[in-house]
């Protein structure tokens, strides 16, 4: 039986409602699905966000495009702000997760930016939270 590994996006997809991607997150990997954050943050980042958002969240793998980039191309990573680094090419931000998804053999990648789900080989669903539904 093939294992299903399951990609999900952390800025304003999993911020959006972390208390129920917390929950959610928790049931698959109970299950045995493993839960690969997704993210343009270093490491360090996410984990301080988590800490502002007084949240824990469960998760078996993570990949931040940042750090991928600076292991890969460290001359194109932009590092002036900390806080939001940058690749001046959009496309290549925009490419690595699918990069990362295609060779992890991930099942579904779960974002709200529609610009990845267009560079995406593996199934993508786009994640929009409606107004007021928290």
């Avoid at 991607?21 to 980042?45: N, P, S, W, Y």
């Avoid at 939001?84 to 099942?107: C, G, M």
């Amino acid at each position: 039986m093939t294992k299903i590994k399951i990609g999900i996006d952390f800025h304003d997809t999993i911020t959006a409602d972390p208390k129920r991607f917390k929950i959610m997150m928790q049931l698959f990997i109970d299950m045995g699905v493993e839960i690969h954050i997704m993210t343009g943050a270093r490491r360090q980042r996410f984990d301080e966000e988590c800490v502002k958002l007084g949240i824990s969240l469960p998760f078996t793998h993570f990949f931040s495009i940042t750090d991928y980039y600076l292991d890969k191309s460290p001359n194109i990573v932009d590092l002036s702000d900390p806080n939001h680094p940058r690749i001046e090419n959009k496309h290549l931000w925009d490419v690595a997760k699918s990069y990362y998804a295609e060779r992890n053999e991930i099942t579904l990648v779960i974002d709200n930016e529609q610009a990845y789900g267009d560079c995406f080989v593996t199934p993508f669903l786009l994640y929009k939270q409606e107004a007021g539904s928290k």
